[in-house]
C-alpha cells in the first residue's frame, strides 16, 4: 500500500515537531545521510542512542545514501572506482565516502531502511550513465558485503538515467542481488514527465511485486497518482514542505500563493473541508498576513497543512485501491487538481472576463 515520507533533512522536518507529524498521518520520515554525517555527526548520533531517539522520532526511519548529495557538490569532489572524496559545504574540510562507510554511517544512525551507495549522473549522457551504472552495481554489492546489522532494510537503487535498455539492465542486476526494496533514482531531475513514466512502465514490471518499491525524490500529486499507477509504494518529496515556507499551498483545485492580495480580507481556511490543525482554526487573510510578515508561526501552519494534504491524499489513494475505484479517483482528482498556479489562472479568467465585456460593447 503506497505511503508518502516526508524529508527531515537535518533530523527534523522544518519548522514541524514529532507531534504534528504524527498529526497529519506521517508514518515514516527520511533523514539525510550526507547532512547528518557532516553535522552533528552520525557518531555523535550514536552516542545518544541513534536518530529516532536523537529526535524523538519512535515511529520508521528512511536514510538516503548521501549519493545525490556528494555527486551534486560540482567542483567539490573526485569519484573513482572505490569511492567518492568530497569537500564538506558547511566548512570545505575534506571527506571520504565509501559503500562500506556510508552503510557504516547508516548503521551508526540507526534508521529502518537504509540505501546502497550510488553514483548520480548527468540525466542524458549515455556514456557517462552506462558507465555510473555499472559501477552503482558494483558498489550496490559491497554494500550488501559490508551490512553488519540485521535489523535494517537495505533497498537497491536502479539507475539508468532515460534509457529503457539501461533501466531494465539495472533492475535485473540489483534484483539478482535480492535486496529486502528496490528504489528508483536519478529521475525528476528535469527530464519530461512522459520520460519519467516511460523509464517507471519498464522498471516496476521488473522489480518483485512482494517487494517495495520506492520513487526517491518524487511527490507533487500528480506524481503521486502517476507513480501508484505504475506500482510504485513509496515516495518522498521536499515538495509540500520546501513549497510551504514559500506560501504555496496545495487544494483539490491545485497550488495557491498565500501572498496573493486576493486573499488579504479571506475568511474562509485555505481548503473547505481539511482537517489539518492550520484549517480548523485560521483563516487564509490570517496566514497571508503571517507568511508576508515572515513570521515563524506561518511557515509552520502552511507546512502542517501541505503535509496533512499530500498526506491525506495518500490514505485516500490506498482507500481506493481496496475498494477498486483508484482508476476513477485518480481521473476525477486530476480533472480538479490544475499544475496552473492560481494567481495565473485568476489572471486569465480576468483577461476573459474583460474580452467578454469588450466583445459585448461594455
Ligand atoms: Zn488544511
Same mark, same amino acid.
Request: aromatic share 8%.
Given at each position: ?64 545514501? #548521501? =549519493?545525490?548529495? &556528494? ?10 572506482? $572505490?569511492? +567518492? /572524496? ?98 528508483? #533514482? =536519478?529521475?525528476? &531531475? ?10 517507471? $512502465?519498464? +522498471? /516496476? ?158
Amino acid at each position: 500500500m503506497p505511503a508518502f515520507a516526508p524529508v527531515g533533512t537535518q533530523a527534523t522536518v522544518k519548522t514541524v515537531s514529532p507531534h504534528e507529524l504524527e498529526e497529519v498521518g506521517a508514518a515514516l520520515i527520511l533523514g539525510n545521510t550526507y547532512h547528518l554525517y557532516l553535522r552533528p555527526g552520525s557518531d555523535t548520533i550514536a552516542v545518544l542512542g541513534g536518530l529516532h531517539r536523537f529526535m524523538s522520532w519512535p515511529h520508521p526511519i528512511l536514510t538516503d545514501s #548521501g =549519493g545525490f548529495q &556528494v555527486f551534486s557538490l560540482e567542483g567539490l569532489r573526485e569519484i573513482d572506482e $572505490d569511492g +567518492v /572524496t568530497f569537500r564538506s559545504h558547511i566548512d570545505g574540510s575534506q571527506h571520504r565516502f565509501t559503500p562500506e562507510s556510508v552503510i557504516d554511517i547508516q548503521e551508526s544512525l540507526g534508521a529502518d531502511i537504509v540505501m546502497c551507495f550510488d553514483e548520480c549522473a548527468p540525466p542524458d549522457d549515455r556514456a557517462y550513465i552506462e558507465r555510473a551504472m555499472e559501477r552503482t552495481h558494483r558498489w550496490a554489492e559491497r554494500c550488501r558485503q559490508s551490512q553488519t546489522r540485521s535489523d535494517q532494510a537495505l533497498f537497491g537503487i536502479v539507475q539508468g538515467g532515460i534509457f529503457p535498455d539501461l533501466r531494465a539492465e539495472s533492475a535485473r542486476f540489483l534484483t539478482g542481488l535480492d535486496f529486502p526494496g528496490y528504489a528508483i #533514482g =536519478g529521475l525528476s &531531475v528535469g527530464e519530461p514527465k512522459e520520460q519519467m513514466h516511460a523509464v517507471l $512502465d519498464i +522498471v /516496476t514490471p521488473l522489480l518483485p511485486p512482494d517487494k517495495p518499491r520506492y520513487l526517491m525524490g518524487v511527490g507533487s500529486p500528480e506524481d503521486l497518482f502517476e507513480g501508484v499507477s505504475r506500482g510504485i509504494d513509496l515516495f518522498d518529496c521536499v515538495l509540500p514542505t520546501r513549497v510551504a515556507r514559500n506560501g504555496g499551498l496545495l487544494t483539490c483545485q491545485g497550488r495557491i500563493n498565500i501572498r496573493n492580495a486576493g486573499f488579504a480580507q479571506d475568511s474562509a481556511p485555505i481548503e473547505d473541508g481539511c482537517d489539518c490543525y492550520t484549517c480548523r482554526h485560521f483563516s487564509r487573510a490570517y496566514l497571508r498576513h503571517l507568511i508576508k510578515a515572515n513570521e515563524v508561526f506561518g511557515l509552520r501552519l502552511a507546512t502542517v497543512h501541505n503535509l496533512r494534504f499530500v498526506l491525506r491524499l495518500m490514505a485516500e489513494i490506498r482507500t481506493s485501491i481496496l475498494d477498486g475505484t483508484f482508476a476513477r479517483f485518480k481521473t476525477d482528482f486530476l480533472r480538479e487538481y490544475r499544475t496552473v498556479p492560481y494567481e495565473v489562472r485568476e489572471a486569465q479568467r480576468a483577461r476573459r472576463g474583460s474580452n467578454r465585456k469588450q466583445q459585448s460593447g461594455a
